[in-house]
């Protein structure tokens, strides 16, 4: 099945760095997201992304819809142990029956030392 | 403050039995989704509801059926357990409209089958 690719797989960092992952897709999506997964949960929604070249930020977390809609990146910045879990992006495709159809990246697992 | 509930959140399974996977929404959402997530990899989506009355394959539908009871509802059914079916089950739900709209998920069931 269709995928985004997300990278890096995994980052290590130490507390107070600041972290940056991206996404990038063969097709055209009209809504990029970003969502959060901790461990024994579901993703719960960061930011969504609804125009090409929109830049929004939530907080210390910044992410960016690219200008050709078939990439984005998040950034964090000051990481702190809480930020620990596994972000995966996502592109979001609205159908002519009203389905949106949600594409997923593989995920980038970050892990923030104290 | 709800959101997503979904129920069981863990059960374990011998090849060849049968159950149900409960969703229920309190958003007055009227699409609903069932997805799978496998190690390494992002959610695959099984079936999806884009609204009450209605209900079209995703991704992996094979070994699976679902049920949009009600606007709030939506079920998943195993009609007979493979080991092939292990893996964490995510319901979500968005809005319909004109608009793109964000999905929304569930804590996820942890289904193991033996």
């Known amino acids: 099945g269709q995928q985004l690719n997300q990278s890096p797989q995994s980052m290590f960092i130490q507390e107070g760095e600041d972290v940056s992952m991206n996404c990038t897709s063969s097709?055209?999506?009209?809504?990029w997201l970003w969502y959060k997964q901790e461990p024994g949960e579901g993703p719960v929604l960061l930011i969504a992304?609804?125009?090409?070249?929109e830049l929004t930020s939530n907080g210390r977390l910044t992410a960016q819809f690219g200008i050709t809609r078939k990439d984005s990146f998040l950034n964090i910045s000051a990481s702190i142990p809480s930020d620990v879990g596994i972000y995966f992006c996502?592109?979001?495709?609205?159908?002519?029956?009203?389905?949106?159809?949600?594409?997923f990246g593989t995920g980038t697992r970050l892990l923030v030392s104290p | 403050n709800a959101g997503v509930t979904q129920t069981p959140k863990f059960q374990v399974l011998k090849t060849g039995q049968s159950m149900t996977l409960q969703c229920a929404q309190d958003?007055?959402?009227?699409?609903m989704y069932w997805y799978r997530q496998d190690p390494g990899m992002g959610l695959r989506l099984i079936y999806y509801?884009?609204?009450?009355?209605?209900?079209d394959k995703g991704e992996v539908p094979n070994g699976y059926n679902v049920s949009r009871l009600n606007k709030r509802e939506f079920s998943l059914r195993l009609e007979s357990a493979a080991p092939s079916q292990t893996s964490v089950y995510f319901c979500?739900?968005?809005?319909?409209?004109?608009?793109?709209?964000?999905?929304?998920f569930g804590d996820g069931t942890r289904l193991s089958i033996l």
């Open positions: 979500a739900s968005s809005e319909y409209g004109t608009a793109d709209q964000p999905q929304h």
């Open positions: 097709s055209i999506f009209n809504t």
């Open positions: 992304l609804y125009k090409a070249g």
């Open positions: 996502a592109g979001q495709l609205r159908m002519n029956t009203g389905f949106q159809k949600l594409v």
């Open positions: 958003m007055n959402h009227n699409s």
């Open positions: 509801s884009a609204s009450e009355g209605t209900t």
